[in-house]
């Protein structure tokens, strides 16, 4: 494995995507009882994760310029061609920022939360990685890869933390965004896997690659079922009027930013 990187610059984007996952995992050598500092500490941690990605943003973003920047690429499994590649460009930055901003409200939001809170704002920050993650991804599978991080927080969240009916309402959830994600996993390898002579998940070789019709309108049905149930889109909603209705208020915030 090898690390390149097509900027000059210090790997920011991978900072921010792996920071709070792994500032959130330093939670369980807390104090058991040490409620108030995990709060502050995660409300810390999301607050400096903001000022590092709009630092990186206003001094290493060249907005005049129209290509993707701050490319990283961490050669993993070379035989499909899956790196841990990221990069972004003007369209990101808005989601990227906001996400920081109201994932900071969330955590706010959280500071009633009691039990199990090494635990609890855990989650929150793993959620945080996953969502600055999906919107940075340049490789398919790695793109998967974050669209999926939330969904075990998510369902701890609301099955451990929710309402009378948390049960069945992260039961559903579960069920529906699994099986969302079953389709996008098959648009995703069909789309590495058919569109050259040599298996790729890079997104811009992907993106210039041809195929048959008949596999663009699989690949496109798949796609839109993922992405239908996450939206989501009548009649794949179902699931979202149980869970806002039964999540704690902080994990609605977390869904609505990303929903």
């Not at 001094?59 to 841990?84: A, G, R, T, V």
């Not at 369209?91 to 009633?112: C, D, E, N, V």
């Not at 920050?125 to 600055?132: D, E, P, T, V």
Request: aromatic content about 18%.
């Amino acid at each position: 494995m090898y690390l390149v990187f097509t900027t000059n610059y210090f790997p920011w984007l991978t900072t921010v995507v792996v920071f709070p996952i792994f500032a959130g995992l330093l939670l369980f050598f807390f104090p058991h009882r040490g409620n108030k500092v995990m709060r502050w500490y995660t409300i810390c941690i999301c607050v400096l994760e903001l000022l590092l990605t709009t630092y990186a943003f206003c001094y290493h973003f060249e907005l005049d310029d129209p290509l993707i920047q701050l490319m990283e690429d961490y050669k993993w499994i070379p035989f499909l061609d899956f790196d841990w590649r990221l990069g972004i460009d003007g369209l990101s930055i808005g989601p990227i920022l906001l996400t920081g901003f109201i994932t900071t409200l969330a955590t706010l939001a959280a500071w009633p939360v009691t039990r199990d809170s090494r635990l609890f704002h855990f989650l929150m920050l793993a959620m945080y990685s996953g969502q600055i993650g999906s919107f940075s991804a340049r490789d398919l599978l790695l793109f998967f890869i974050m669209w999926e991080l939330e969904l075990i927080p998510v369902y701890l969240l609301l099955s451990m933390w929710g309402g009378k009916k948390r049960l069945y309402s992260a039961t559903k959830f579960i069920l529906y965004t699994a099986g969302g994600s079953i389709f996008l996993l098959m648009g995703v390898l069909g789309i590495g896997l058919y569109g050259s002579n040599e298996p790729t998940l890079n997104f811009e070789t992907s993106a210039n690659q041809s195929y048959p019709i008949a596999l663009e309108i699989l690949f496109y049905i798949g796609f839109l079922i993922a992405f239908a149930v996450k939206s989501p889109i009548i009649p794949l909603h179902t699931w979202l009027p149980d869970t806002h209705g039964e999540a704690h208020y902080s994990t609605c915030m977390l869904l609505l930013e990303y929903y």
